[in-house]
């Protein structure tokens, strides 16, 4: 497990402020939500924390350690994005053989399961998955990763009831087996409430 600290972070793009002085800590082994609308800001903090952008003043600390360019820190991080990294013509197995190279805490077979029970297609190839079913995947990955931090970005979208619930249940059930510190950014408020400590 891993805590997240935020020191009076600020990002512009142009004359448009996203960010101004934030300050946060997300505490180790916590479910955390980070919610608000669309176009709040919170995916640009995401990508702040998970140097994916820079800040233009402030700091991130992640276990005490500044997170820019700190791979060691990054390390400990999954971060579930809105956006999908993977070739179209690479199938789902493919995915899973992929991110366990890169995150050696991945579980393949736990993955394998999780699909199961979405009813995710192992076979497919991520250009034929529709919006629904590529947030699935995305979660998947994700809960299948074993991070210390895991970062969930609108995980709900695309997602019916019954899957936004099956979600929350193995949200659930992976922390209280293994628990983690999880940022849950939505703009779902109520929905997610009753995760969120």
Do not use: W
Request: contains cysteine; negative net charge.
């Amino acid at each position: 497990m891993s805590s997240i600290e935020i020191k009076n972070v600020s990002k512009s793009y142009g004359k448009t402020e996203a960010l101004k002085n934030v300050s946060a800590t997300f505490m180790d082994g916590k479910i955390c939500g980070f919610l608000g609308r669309n176009g709040a800001g919170k995916t640009t903090l995401l990508n702040i924390i998970t140097n994916r952008l820079f800040a233009d003043q402030g700091q991130v600390l992640i276990d005490g350690e500044p997170a820019i360019e700190n791979d060691q820190a990054q390390a400990k991080i999954f971060y579930m994005t809105e956006k999908t990294f993977y070739p179209d013509d690479m199938r789902v197995r493919e995915v899973f053989q992929i991110t366990q190279g890169f995150y050696p805490t991945f579980d393949p077979a736990d993955a394998g399961a999780l699909a199961e029970r979405f009813k995710l297609e192992v076979g497919k190839k991520v250009g034929g998955l529709s919006t629904g079913y590529l947030s699935i995947l995305k979660l998947i990955l994700t809960l299948a990763s074993n991070a210390p931090v895991i970062i969930f970005d609108e995980p709900m979208l695309g997602l019916d009831a019954n899957h936004r619930d099956l979600f929350y249940r193995e949200l659930l059930a992976h922390y209280s087996a293994s628990p983690s510190t999880v940022i849950l950014s939505t703009h779902l408020i109520e929905e997610a409430a009753a995760l969120l400590e």
